[in-house]
T-cell receptor, first 110, second 110 residues
């Protein structure tokens, strides 16, 4: 079975631009979460979606938004990019107790 | 708010030595605790999951303990190998989200 897949793996954007990151959960998993990991720190929770409904949101500005599709894949959108948004963005899918993470998307804002 | 601390931030050991990694947390009302491994620039690989009602879990050379009353978890890695070099993160699940420590970066010298 394929694990959690994220795309793209890397991208570079300019300040003020918008970006969309994508995630496909493990087959059968209905819950998807997004995390931001700044270099040298642990991941910080951004969003959780379950059955296409937002279940939780972390302490991030409204520039961050997400959605989940009927096939349980998800997109994370970030508007008006700032230099401080440069980070590794991680997607996790959960079924039951254990969370499984993808390889992440490295976003660099210049 | 759940605070998760991992000490030390980094350690270097010779091959064959046993590793002891510590994780402390402030709120004992957790659903479960997971230990992850992260290689540089990569996603998270789940190592062990300990449910709130459990005291420890074992997988091969890895053993993790959980003491909710003292707010501590410990990951033991027996007979370390150079391939164990990575950053190890603990994460506590409360409701829908994971709260992470900053990780311990391990270097195993051949």
């Amino acid at each position: 079975d394929a694990g959690v897949t994220q795309s793209p793996t890397h991208l570079i954007k300019t300040r003020g631009q918008q970006v969309t990151l994508r995630c496909s959960p493990i087959s059968g998993h209905k819950s998807v979460s997004w995390y931001q990991q700044v270099l040298g720190q642990g991941p910080q929770f951004i969003f959780q979606y379950y059955e296409k409904e937002e279940r939780g949101r972390g302490n991030f500005p409204d520039r961050f938004s997400a959605r989940q599709f009927p096939n349980y894949s998800s997109e994370l959108n970030v508007n008006a990019l700032l230099l401080g948004d440069s980070a590794l963005y991680l997607c996790a899918s959960t079924q039951g107790a254990e969370a499984f993470f993808g390889q992440g998307t490295r976003l660099t804002v210049v | 708010k759940q605070e998760v601390t991992q000490i030390p931030a980094a350690l270097s050991v010779p091959e064959g030595e046993n590793l002891v990694l510590n994780c402390s947390f402030t709120d004992s009302a957790i659903y479960n605790l997971q230990w992850f491994r992260q290689d540089p620039g990569k996603g998270l690989t789940s190592l062990l999951l300990i449910q709130s009602s459990q005291r420890e879990q074992t997988s091969g050379r890895l053993n993790a303990s959980l003491d909710k009353s003292s707010g501590r978890s410990t990951l033991y890695i027996a007979a370390s190998q150079p391939g164990d070099s990575a950053t190890y993160l603990c994460a506590l699940r409360v409701d829908y989200k994971l709260s992470f420590g900053a990780g311990t970066t391990v270097t195993v010298r051949a």
